[in-house]
């Protein structure tokens, strides 16, 4: 019985004192910054850029990276709980990639030793891949032998799952040249969807994977019947999908945001089955039917699409990706179009509404709607269709004194609809 005590008090001083190496009162990687608009554009042209005009398989591309291109992506990333800072630093011989991760509570030690495990990783520049060099959890060095062997398990476990296979199957070469991380490739089609699935398989729980596929399910019922290819008013849909949100009980900010995704989804045409269940080599898929709001394709787009992001992400990023694709229209000849900004500021609106505390109102208004005034103020008069030399003359640049006049008339049309309200 004394061995046992004794036993116990060296496990409970051992398990103290590697708490005590380990844990830390503060993350050494501050949280990311927000996402800006400035950053969707980047990504988007950076990403463009990565793909092959061709599109044909095993075209050998070739991304360049500077240190504060990995760091912007990286903020990308961390998205995955407990991850809440992850920052890289590149140097002239590697790398050195630094990650915090918030300890659950309840843990024995976190509320007095700190909630945070910090790990420093050291990478060497080799031939064709990083090699770690040296690794440091908290205050406690690990032997470079024990995280490289730490690192082939990980890859191990990681190797079980497909889209991690053929991605990195697809990559020839890592190298960091001239503090530079510079990645060779093989292009593959399929990489687009396995990030994608992937994407989701992170991001969404089961329980709101089954919410999404009922309302797929629903959109798709809805539609049963309507010729293929004709246009239908929005305003059909909206009301049978968000009648059925309205008949469940429970979260109605979960139900609204399951609706709101299912529809921008089918919009933007993507196929949730396709992507949640892993069936088909694409999660990509026409519209059968083409919907429209007061007679325009493109409203019930920006609308719907932006109405989806912001229940999903908040409505500072639905209106910074409407900004932005506005953005690319004036430098693509398009012209940029406030009746665009418009519907996206509303569908904005409406994401943020339809997942707060007026969630149940919501939902009855959208199962209610008899016309298309119902679902967004007319937004007909205002200026779109302006080249970049048009828009200049007119209002100068986004944010200017012209501007912002036509984006308050754009709000108070909106703060006067009873949907909005």
């Known amino acids: 019985m004394r061995r046992l005590i004794v036993l116990l008090c060296l496990l409970t001083g051992t398990l103290t004192l590697l708490a005590w190496l380990v844990l830390s009162p503060q993350p050494s990687v501050e949280p990311g910054a ?3 608009r400035a950053d969707l554009v980047w990504a988007k042209q950076l990403f463009e850029r990565s793909v092959p005009r061709a599109r044909t398989a095993d075209t050998l591309q070739t991304l360049t990276l500077a240190e504060e291109d990995i760091n912007r992506l990286l903020n990308y990333a961390v998205v995955v709980r407990p991850v809440t ?10 790398a050195q990639l630094n990650v915090s991760l918030r300890v659950p509570s309840g843990l024995p030690g ?14 060497i520049s080799q031939a064709s891949k990083p090699e770690l060099s040296a690794m440091q959890i908290g205050s406690l060095p690990v032997p470079a032998f024990i995280g490289r062997g730490v690192l082939h398990l990980a890859q191990v476990w990681l190797r079980r799952d497909p889209a991690y296979v053929s991605l990195m199957e697809s990559v020839r070469t890592i190298r960091v040249v001239e503090e530079r991380l510079v990645v060779d490739y093989d292009w593959r089609p399929e990489l ?9 398989e992170v991001l969404i729980g089961e329980d709101e994977k089954q919410r999404l596929l009922a309302y797929a399910s629903v ?3 809805a539609i049963q019947g309507v010729p293929a290819n004709t ?10 999908v968000f009648a059925h949100a309205a008949r469940q009980r429970g979260d109605h900010a979960a139900e609204n945001r399951a609706a709101l995704t299912a529809l921008g989804a089918y919009v933007a045409g993507i196929s949730l089955p396709q992507l949640l269940e892993g069936r088909g080599r694409t999660t990509r898929r026409a519209p059968p039917v083409l919907l429209t709001l007061h007679g325009r394709r493109d409203a019930a787009e920006h609308w719907l699409i932006a109405a989806a992001v912001s229940a999903n992400g908040g409505s500072r990023l639905a209106n910074a990706l409407g900004l932005a694709k506005e953005e690319e229209d004036v430098a693509s000849g398009s012209g940029f179009s406030f009746t665009d900004l418009a519907f996206d500021r509303a569908g904005a609106r409406l994401g943020a509404l339809a997942t707060g505390d007026r969630a149940a109102q ?37 944010g200017s004194l012209a501007y912002l006049r036509q984006v308050a008339e754009i709000d108070q049309r909106l703060a006067q609809h009873p949907l909005y309200r």
């Open 219 to 221: 959109v798709r019922l």
């Open 192 to 200: 687009l969807t396995l990030l994608e699935r992937k994407g989701a």
């Open 110 to 123: 976190r509320d007095w030793l700190g909630g945070y495990v910090n790990v420093s990783a050291e990478f």
């Open 85 to 94: 800072g992850v920052q890289a630093d590149l140097v002239q011989a590697g």
């Open 231 to 240: 246009q239908q008013p929005v305003r059909l849909l909206v009301a049978e």
């Open 34 to 36: 927000r996402i800006t």
């Open 362 to 398: 919501v939902a009855s208004l959208l199962a209610k709607a008899g016309k298309e005034t119902d679902l967004a103020p007319v937004y007909a008069d205002l200026p779109e269709f302006m080249p970049q030399g048009v828009f200049q003359r007119r209002f100068e640049k986004v």
